[in-house]
């Protein structure tokens, strides 16, 4: 397999339960993120992970919980969530998070379409 | 803080007719970079071009080019003779240089092709 790989590519769920979203990389990047997309907004950041720590959290609510166990995987747990919350989650990748002299190119994978009933 | 606006929320043309995708940013750095992704229906998102504000070259990619112009800050994307195939969303996007690799989207143009 090649590229970014996400599962479930659909996800219908209930407020009370608790799911993960799996991401996968096979480029051999180090930085790794998952956005939001919702109908009315634009794509918007979570979290990044760059050599499996945690460097961004941009105000996620708790009920999502990003999980880096290795550079090649990236997970994202729900669990008591809103119907707001339904959603495309995009999972990418690149070389590296910090390039003092560029930026690197973000991979994307074909997203997890979630809906919370 | 920066912005992305591409204020064509959608564009429907007919076969081999040219289209311009529209974006301005906004920006207080002086170095920064701007992307250009293709959000097909499938819906990974794909990249097409990358340019830093440093080089204000037009570029062509086959039917693809792109005209950046600092002096208007705006990052426009034009398909030539527009194929069915191109129908997608199109997100411009903005990097800062130095504040890591996160990208700020416009909130997209979807083109539809008709034949």
């Known amino acids: 397999e090649t590229g970014v790989t996400q599962t479930p590519r659909h996800l219908v769920m209930g407020m009370t339960n608790k799911k993960s979203l799996k991401c996968e990389q096979h480029l051999g990047h180090n930085a790794m993120y998952w956005y939001k997309q919702s109908a009315k907004k634009p794509l918007e950041l979570m979290f990044v992970?760059?050599?499996?720590?945690?460097?961004e959290n941009n105000s996620v609510p708790s009920r999502f919980s990003p999980e880096c166990p290795n550079s090649s995987h990236l997970f994202l747990h729900l669990h008591t969530l809103q119907p707001e919350d339904s959603a495309l989650y995009l999972c990418?990748?690149?070389?590296?998070?910090?390039?003092?002299?560029?930026?690197?190119?973000?991979?994307f994978g074909a997203g997890s379409r979630l809906t919370v009933l | 803080a920066q912005k992305v606006t591409q204020a064509q929320t959608e564009i429907s043309v007919v076969e081999k007719e040219d289209v311009t995708l529209d974006c301005v940013y906004e920006?207080?750095?002086?170095?920064?970079?701007l992307f250009w992704y293709k959000q097909p229906p499938s819906g990974e998102l794909v990249f097409l071009i990358r340019?830093?504000?440093?080089?204000?070259q037009n570029e062509i990619s086959g039917r693809y080019s792109w005209n950046f112009q600092k002096s208007t800050s705006s990052f426009n994307f034009t398909i030539t003779a527009s194929q069915v195939v191109d129908s997608a969303v199109y997100f411009c996007a903005l990097i800062r240089n130095n504040a890591g690799n996160m990208l700020t989207f416009g909130g997209g143009t979807r083109l539809m092709v008709k034949p």
């Open positions: 920006t207080r750095d002086t170095t920064y970079y």
């Open positions: 340019r830093n504000s440093f080089d204000e």
């Open positions: 990418a990748s690149s070389q590296a998070y910090f390039e003092a002299s560029g930026a690197n190119v973000l991979t």
């Open positions: 992970y760059s050599l499996e720590e945690r460097v």
